[in-house]
């Protein structure tokens, strides 16, 4: 996995259901016209919807834009902060 320099804030921003801004992105996972999984600071987000679409997509920044139905956003797996330390460090704590 890709190393990060700085952590960055999540912040997800909908307007009438139908344009979305997330930032605090690692990276999209996969898309389609139902769901958009998108990889986040704060874990794994699973968006669903009809007619969704990628807009723009700033890996740099960490952000992305989203258009189409939105119906809802789910995290299927919420990253704590003792999934980023590795074992040697939480047994020396």
């Known amino acids: 996995m890709e190393e990060r320099t700085a952590n960055r804030n999540h912040k997800i921003t909908i307007n009438n259901r139908k344009d979305g801004n997330i930032t605090g992105v690692i990276d999209v996972l996969s898309f389609d016209d139902g769901e958009i999984k998108v990889d986040t600071e704060m874990g794994t987000l699973l968006i ?11 890996l740099e920044k960490g952000e992305v834009d989203i258009e189409g ?18 074992f040697l460090s939480r047994m020396f704590k």
């Open 48 to 58: 669903k919807g009809t007619d969704l679409h990628v807009k723009r997509l700033n």
């Open 69 to 86: 139905h939105m119906d809802s956003f789910v995290y299927t797996h919420v990253k704590h902060k003792a999934d980023e330390e590795s």
